[in-house]
Nanobody, 115 residues
Framework: QVQLVESGGGSVQPGGSLRLSCAASGTIFSIYTRGWYRQAPGKQRELVAAITSGGSTNYADSVKGRFTISRDNTKNTVYLQMNSLKPEDTAVYYC?????????WGQGTQVTVSS
């Protein structure tokens, strides 16, 4: 019943910005964390950014100072603002919601950074 729908991906030049959105179609209970992961071709999926239910955030070292994760509980949406994008940020980005019972995953949205 619950589905995470991602949007905002696309192609940008190095130094550009994108904002990813992930909206939950239904109510998710007992949320512990919300996060964004990414997976580049031939590489493992990695955590990019996460935010706890209390609002604390953490980021991969590679994106610190450039990416910002946020949430809007009234819209059941989590965002990833990506600035100063680099070619190495190119990947499929997946949103994740962790609860006491299970994790929910979005379908993935492609982000391509190239000149």
């Amino acid at each position: 019943q619950v589905q995470l729908v991602e949007s905002g991906g696309g192609s940008v030049q190095p130094g550009g910005s994108l904002r990813l959105s992930c909206a939950a179609s239904g109510t998710i209970f007992s949320i512990y964390t919300r996060g964004w992961y990414r997976q580049a071709p031939g590489k493992q999926r990695e955590l990019v950014a996460a935010i706890t239910s209390g609002g604390s955030t953490n980021y991969a070292d590679s994106v610190k100072g450039r990416f910002t994760i946020s949430r809007d509980n009234t819209k059941n949406t989590v965002y990833l603002q990506m600035n100063s994008l680099k070619p190495e940020d190119t990947a499929v980005y997946y949103c994740n919601v962790g609860t006491s019972q299970r994790d929910y995953w979005g379908q993935g949205t492609q982000v391509t950074v190239s000149s």
